[in-house]
């Protein structure tokens, strides 16, 4: 059944995360499903958001990353929730959490179950993830990769997998960006706040996991989108309870 679980305070660095991906350039497009969307650098390079594909169901790409997951699933920055539909269409247990209410609202309309939450909160489940995701350049959340992967470790069952999207380049980037609609120039409103993001193509990736505890469990592309597969040494257990409340 798919319900959208309670709230928490939003504080410190999820805050700011927060307070950006809940303006009105992303909060608009997913409600129309589509952009244009772009994260701007403060030297005013953009790079393109796929709204469109994230709003439409997932493709063939997506499927050869959900096919490797393995119990239940915690997927990181859900957005509109069509991996979190799919996987829960494919009877896995999958839990989306974003810190959009835009995008929480959309994956409980297709199905899914999804929180208000930034991954530096306090989350259901911590350490009892069979798989966690992060897809969609979602490896950027926060601008520091070491600290989102040892947090992603915390999270995962002692063995368990991440599946990470790279980007297509060899790049370790990290940047303030915000998020522009391509009107912001035209509009009287304040331009969207500025937040850290890394992008990270394989190597960069690596060179972070390996000394977290992570390694190398499978590498592929698909659509000419690069996915790394990790999985985590870790071997002391978190304590029992519910995965999702």
Known sequence: MSRTLPESGLTGPAHRDAGSWSTDPYANALRNGHGPLFLRRTDGWLLPLDVERW???ADAADLSALRRCEGPVLDIGCGPGRLVAALAARGHRALGIDVSEAAVARTVRLGGSALRRSVF???PGEGRWGTVLLVDGNIGIGGDPRHLLHRTAALVAPGGLLIAETAPQDIDERVEVRLDDGRAAR???APAPQFPWARLG???LLRYA????WHPAGQW???GRPFVSLRHHRTVRA????LTT
Do not use: D, I, K, Y
Request: aromatic share 0%.
């Open 202 to 204: 394989t190597p960069a």
């Open 187 to 189: 509009s009287a409103s």
């Open 210 to 213: 390996r000394p977290l505890g």
């Open 121 to 123: 909160e306090p989350l």
């Open 55 to 57: 709003c439409a169901v």
């Open 221 to 223: 592309e698909a659509n």
């Open 239 to 242: 304590p029992a309870g519910p």
